[in-house]
Structure formats: structure tokens, C-alpha cells
């Protein structure tokens, strides 16, 4: 029997078990399964009421080069090419071991959870890496959980984190990209007809029985599928139950300290305890700690993501590993008060910026980035602007037809009545381009040279400023139907709106220093034996880049897996 915790008022008994698990999103369901087939006595413990964490609200797109399940598709890719790229972007940066691991065992990691568990994983036949370097693929890298049907999961269905609303319609129906198009021109085709009759036909019958729709995709599929796995195998889930400390002796973690509604109790552990809390998130001291001021504000993660894992795992000896490109990894978030009070966060990934006929443009007006890259080297190129000109917030620009066509925001494309958009203060609008500088407060002659400027590079098709619409993933997300450039048309006549975009982070990269194995290092750089992190947790092995779709989630499961294959004796070690 241990000695009573602090604030215990008896000692209570000791569960002992082989592996903890802490926090139920992609990398730690991923542990707890792996480690239970495996044969470990494994408990996964969740510190809210539902699984999935920042999963659930992601994408759900899952990064693995040279894949089984990419090669059957024929879209075949190779590790070759795929280190080659890695090379090209992150350069001299440290994480080779890491990345090594993450390559060699990607795939088998993929083939172990098809062939084990309920999920199942559909590559992308189109789905570009992030930049235009030597070795990118166009697709087959990145791979998405297949849909799921969450009434499978019956009263489960209610513990899976649903996603953003502002990514729902219709009081909770998830659309993907491929939905978009079809829903936006229903009697374009027979084919659009049908798929847009199934979707509103299933959505009306779910809203009968169910909160939301249960046609789940992306992240919340993923989610889905992995809780699925695991209540197929008994396997423990303890829900509202938190880690608050780790308990080290003899170099060795031994036991952790959970709490849920009775108190805190502790559980003994053979082989080790697995963090998985979604990294740094709303941590107010790793916040203040790891990121530029002006990037403080918003995070993409849920607000009960407070970085408790890195948190208990630095009082437990753990080293931080930050020497990062970018201490996290960024998408520019437009931001909305809604009626109660709270801000609703939008994140502009993929829908609005590579379309042709928007800017963006900081307090001088002008551009400071190609719009169409990645989410991340938008923000980046913004905190680079925001040292010589204020440029946080920056604001993207666009007129009617744009929002008329492509949506900007919250606001849908096709939107009718955008008042409450502009009541609000989301969207501001102008008559003319001075008339909306004035309204966002940037500088008028600036905004007006950078607009003409912008139109005659429409006009030619060539961005000679950023090279907008000149990469791979620039025209993937560009109007396919434009020309010359998918990317770029003229910006007018007015009207011309803006919304503002703020810097908010949708993983840290900087996290506990961990080796190839997951297993966390202390101050020294040795593991510290029975304690391993996967996922935000972990420093990124891409060192604050973002090659491609999925780079966070892909490492999740890999070293998810590696970590409950490492303390289960199954890597060789
Ligand atoms: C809009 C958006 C889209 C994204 N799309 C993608 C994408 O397509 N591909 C990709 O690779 N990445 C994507 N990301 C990033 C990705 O979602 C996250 O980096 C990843 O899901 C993190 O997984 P995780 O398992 O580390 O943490 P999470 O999924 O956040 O799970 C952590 C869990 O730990 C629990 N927890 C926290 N503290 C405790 C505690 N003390 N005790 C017990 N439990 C605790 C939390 O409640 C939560 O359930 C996206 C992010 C956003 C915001």
C-alpha cells in the first residue's frame, strides 16, 4: 500500500497494471490498443468525457510515405523520395533518428492497424506535400481514416469529440472537400443530385435519434474508428479521469497519480506510462515560454488541452526539446463573437486563401506572402512581416463575387444576407478600396497600388511578387476552371470586403525531447526508463516545418505505436 497522496484521507488500493496511457486522442488510443494487443495490461485514461481531443476537430489526414495501401491504389510513393523531400525542407535541423524510425515503420504501422483493429485507411489520390521541393509527392502520402458510421458505436457515439461547428451545416452534418462542390450545384449532374439527396435524406433521419449527424469523416472517423477498436477489446478507457503527477524512483517511473471525481488515486505500472495530452495547447506557462507574443492568443486545440503531459513530465526530470524552426504549427483564424459571448475561431485551410481574386495584406496594405501556400507558412511569412510592419492581424481582401463564388470564412459561399457578418464586425466591407482601408485601419494608397498591382499580374497570370498559383499545392486548392492562373483574378469592381486573420496555433512543435523509441529524455539526454510521449507531446521529428498533409497526425500513430511496441519488447531493444 503506498503512502496517502497529499489532500488523500486514506490510503486507497493500488491498481497495478503494465501500461498507463494518458489522453484519448489519435496518439494515445493508437497506444493503448497497440499495447493491449500486444498483451499488456494497458488502461487508457482521459481526462474529459469524450475521446478524440484535437483529432476529432482535425482533418483526420494522416502523413506516411511509401504505404501498402497507396501501392494497391496505384499511387505508389516511395520512402526514397520522401526522405529526399524531408531533407529539402527541414535541412540540418537534428530529429534524424526520430524521422528514420517514423519512415521505416510508417508503413508498418498502417498495415498493423488495418490487420488488428477497425481502422482503415484510403489514400488520397491528390493531396500535394506543402512545398515545392525535390521528392514531393502530388498524392498517395497522405491518407485519411475511411468514413465510419457512428451509429455503430451506439451509446459510445455521444464520447466522440465532434468536430468545429464552424465546420458543420445544417445543426451538425461534416462535409468534406469532395461534398463541397456537389452540395454548392446539387442539379449540376445526376451524380451531384443523388450525392446531395443521400446526405440531407441520412442527416434528416440521424437528427431523429442523434445530437448530430453520424456520417463521420476525417478526424472525427479516425476517432471513431480507433474508440470502436477499443471497446471491441474491453480494453479500460477511464474518462474524466486526469493525470496530475508522475512518480519517479529509482530513475524509473513507477507510478502515476490520476484524479477524477473521488480524489486522486495512484496506479503502479510495470512497463510505463505513454503522455498523449495534446502538447503545449492552452498551457499559459509553455505559451509564454515557447511562442512569439503576437501568436499568444488563440489556440486550435480544445480549451481542456493544457498541456498536462508535458507539464508532469517536466517535473519528472523531462528535458524540452525546442529547438524548432517554429516552436508550433499555425493557421490563420479569422475570429467572430457570437450572441452568448464566445469567439467562434475559423481556421483558413484550404477553401478561401488559393482562390483567385483574394489578397492578403498587413497595416501598409501590402502583401507579404504567397496567400496559396501552406497555413503554416502563411502564418509564418506574418510573424516574419509583423518585425518591420505591424501585420498581426492581417487581413484578407477580396470582393462580392469572390464571397459570391468561394465563400470567405464563416461566410458560405453564395451567402445571400451577410449582415449579421457585418453587424458583428467579422466582415467589414468598403465601396471602395479606401472606403474599406479606412474600415480596417491599413493604409489607403497602399492598399489601392497593391490591389492594381495584384490585378495586373491577374491579368498576365504570373504573381512576379509571391508566385502565387505557380506550385503544385497553390493550383490544387486554386478554381481548376480558371485561367490562366487557377490562383489569381482581378480584385473589383467594389464593393470589397476584408476579414481579419490572427495567428492561432494548431499543434506546438516544441515538446518533450524523445528519442527514436518515444521514450522521453531527461536534462541529460538519456530516456527516462517506463516513460515515453507520443504525439503533441513530443517534439515534432519535422522541427517546425510542415511538409504535408498530415505530418502531425501520421507521427502520432507511429510513435503511438513504437512506444506501446517499445514497452511491450517488441522492438528489439
Ligand atoms: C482544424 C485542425 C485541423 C487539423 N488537421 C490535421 C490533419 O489533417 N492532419 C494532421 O496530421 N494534423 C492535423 N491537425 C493537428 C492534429 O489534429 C493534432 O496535432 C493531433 O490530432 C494531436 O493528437 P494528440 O493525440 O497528440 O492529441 P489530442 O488529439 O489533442 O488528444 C489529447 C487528449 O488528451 C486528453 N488530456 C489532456 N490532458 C489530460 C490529462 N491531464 N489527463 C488525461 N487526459 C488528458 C485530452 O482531453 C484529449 O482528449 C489539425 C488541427 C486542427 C486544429
Given at each position: 500500500m503506498p503512502d496517502p497522496l497529499p489532500g488523500q484521507q486514506a490510503p486507497m488500493p493500488e491498481q497495478e497494471i503494465d501500461l498507463l496511457v494518458i489522453g484519448a486522442g489519435a496518439a494515445g488510443m493508437t497506444a493503448a490498443l497497440v499495447g493491449a494487443i500486444e498483451g499488456l495490461r494497458t488502461v487508457l485514461c482521459e481526462k474529459t468525457g469524450m475521446v478524440g481531443g484535437t483529432t476529432s476537430t482535425s482533418a483526420g489526414t494522416v502523413w506516411i510515405p511509401g504505404s501498402h495501401q497507396s501501392e494497391q491504389a496505384g499511387i505508389p510513393d516511395s520512402i526514397e523520395d520522401a526522405k529526399t523531400y524531408l531533407n529539402a525542407v527541414i535541412g540540418p535541423s537534428g530529429g534524424n533518428a526520430g524521422r528514420a524510425a517514423f519512415l521505416n515503420t510508417g508503413p508498418t504501422m498502417l498495415d498493423y492497424l488495418e490487420a488488428h483493429t477497425d481502422v482503415r485507411f484510403i489514400p488520397a489520390p491528390a493531396h500535394p506535400d506543402y512545398q515545392d521541393r525535390p521528392g514531393a509527392a502530388f498524392g498517395g502520402r497522405a491518407l485519411g481514416a475511411a468514413p465510419f458510421d457512428g451509429r455503430r458505436l451506439g451509446h459510445d457515439f455521444a464520447r466522440v469529440r465532434p468536430p468545429r461547428p464552424e465546420f458543420l451545416v445544417l445543426g451538425g452534418m461534416m462535409v468534406g472537400k469532395t461534398d463541397i462542390p456537389l452540395l454548392l450545384?446539387?442539379?449540376?449532374s445526376l451524380t451531384a443530385l443523388k450525392h446531395v439527396i443521400g446526405l440531407i435524406g441520412r442527416h434528416a433521419l440521424d437528427r431523429l435519434r442523434h445530437k448530430r449527424g453520424t456520417r463521420l469523416i476525417m478526424g472525427n472517423a479516425l476517432v471513431a474508428r480507433l474508440l470502436y477498436s477499443l471497446r471491441r477489446r474491453d480494453i479500460p478507457l477511464l474518462f474524466e479521469t486526469q493525470l496530475e503527477q508522475l512518480i519517479v524512483s529509482g530513475g524509473r517511473v513507477t507510478r502515476a497519480v490520476l484524479r477524477d471525481a473521488q480524489g486522486p488515486r495512484s496506479i503502479r505500472v510495470r512497463k510505463g506510462v505513454v503522455l498523449a495530452?495534446?502538447?503545449?495547447?492552452?498551457?499559459e506557462q509553455l505559451r509564454t515560454l515557447l511562442f512569439p507574443e503576437p501568436a499568444r492568443?488563440?489556440?486550435?486545440?480544445?480549451?481542456?488541452?493544457?498541456?498536462d503531459g508535458i507539464a508532469a513530465a517536466l517535473q519528472a526530470g523531462a528535458g524540452l526539446d525546442?529547438?524548432?524552426?517554429?516552436?508550433a504549427l499555425w493557421m490563420p483564424s479569422s475570429v467572430m463573437q457570437r450572441p452568448d459571448g464566445t469567439a467562434s475561431v475559423y481556421p483558413h485551410i484550404i477553401l478561401d486563401r488559393a482562390k483567385p481574386g483574394l489578397i492578403a495584406v498587413n497595416s501598409a496594405g501590402r502583401r507579404f506572402v504567397n496567400e496559396a501556400d501552406s497555413y503554416h507558412d502563411f502564418v509564418a511569412a506574418m510573424l516574419r512581416a509583423h518585425q518591420t510592419?505591424?501585420?498581426?492581424?492581417a487581413f484578407l481582401i477580396c470582393d462580392g463575387s469572390f464571397i459570391r463564388d468561394y465563400g470567405l470564412g464563416l461566410v458560405h459561399p453564395g451567402t445571400r444576407d451577410i449582415s449579421r457578418f457585418l453587424e458583428s464586425g467579422y466582415l467589414k466591407r468598403g465601396d471602395t478600396l479606401a472606403a474599406l482601408a479606412q474600415a480596417i485601419g491599413v493604409d489607403a494608397k497602399g492598399l489601392q497600388d497593391t490591389v492594381a498591382r495584384h490585378n495586373a499580374f491577374a491579368y498576365s497570370g504570373?504573381?512576379?511578387?509571391?508566385?502565387?498559383?505557380?506550385?503544385p499545392l497553390n493550383r490544387f486548392n486554386g478554381d481548376a476552371d480558371h485561367k490562366p492562373n487557377p490562383c489569381m483574378r482581378p480584385i473589383g469592381p467594389g464593393p470589397f470586403f476584408a476579414v481579419a486573420v490572427w495567428p492561432a496555433d494548431l499543434a506546438g512543435s516544441a515538446g518533450l525531447h524523445t528519442d527514436e523509441n518515444a521514450r522521453v529524455l531527461d536534462l541529460n539526454q538519456q530516456p527516462i526508463d517506463g516513460l515515453y510521449a507520443a504525439g503533441a507531446d513530443a517534439a515534432s521529428i519535422f522541427r517546425g516545418t510542415y511538409p504535408g498533409p498530415g505530418t502531425m497526425i501520421g507521427p502520432a500513430l507511429v510513435f503511438g505505436w513504437r512506444a506501446a511496441m517499445h514497452a511491450a519488447g517488441k522492438l528489439g531493444q
Open positions: 450545384a446539387p442539379f449540376g495530452t495534446g502538447g503545449i495547447a492552452w498551457n492568443r488563440f489556440s486550435l486545440a480544445p480549451e481542456s488541452n493544457s498541456g525546442d529547438n524548432m524552426q517554429s516552436p510592419v505591424p501585420s498581426i492581424p504570373v504573381d512576379d511578387e509571391f508566385g502565387r498559383g505557380s506550385s
